[in-house]
């Protein structure tokens, strides 16, 4: 069955740098273009970052844009997501899924939190 599984989160000091890892497995991960979603409390979920399946093609959230890189690992079936200068907004708990605009499986991991505070 589909697995997605993160980590990496933590807390951070605003101006530093995190990076997090998904693991995904039950599909064909080559092939399917991966993203990275964050849910802070209150908020609906969001997306952040996606990747085509080549790694060729990335999107980011204007929010992230020049702060945070999305990569991916084929081999590895992993998608990472590294974080440099995050702002206390960026606290939210962080999930991947497979798509490149929108989550293409209804199950979700646990994700990962990653907190920004002083």
């Known amino acids: 069955q589909v697995q997605l599984v993160e980590s990496g989160g933590g807390l951070a000091q605003p101006g530093g740098s995190l990076g997090l890892s998904c693991a995904a497995s039950?599909?064909?991960?080559?092939?399917?273009?991966m993203s990275w979603y964050r849910q802070a409390p209150g908020r609906e979920r969001e997306l952040v970052a996606s990747?085509?399946?080549?790694?060729?093609?990335?999107n980011y959230a204007d929010s992230v844009k020049g702060r945070f890189t999305i990569s991916r690992d084929n081999a590895k079936k992993s998608v990472y997501l590294q974080m440099n200068s995050l702002k206390p907004e960026d606290t939210a708990v962080y999930y991947c899924?497979?798509?490149?605009?929108?989550?293409?499986?209804?199950?979700w991991g646990q994700g990962t939190q990653v907190t920004v505070s002083s």
């Open positions: 899924n497979r798509g490149y605009w929108r989550p293409e499986i209804d199950y």
């Open positions: 039950g599909f064909t991960f080559s092939i399917s273009a």
């Open positions: 990747i085509s399946a080549s790694g060729i093609s990335t």
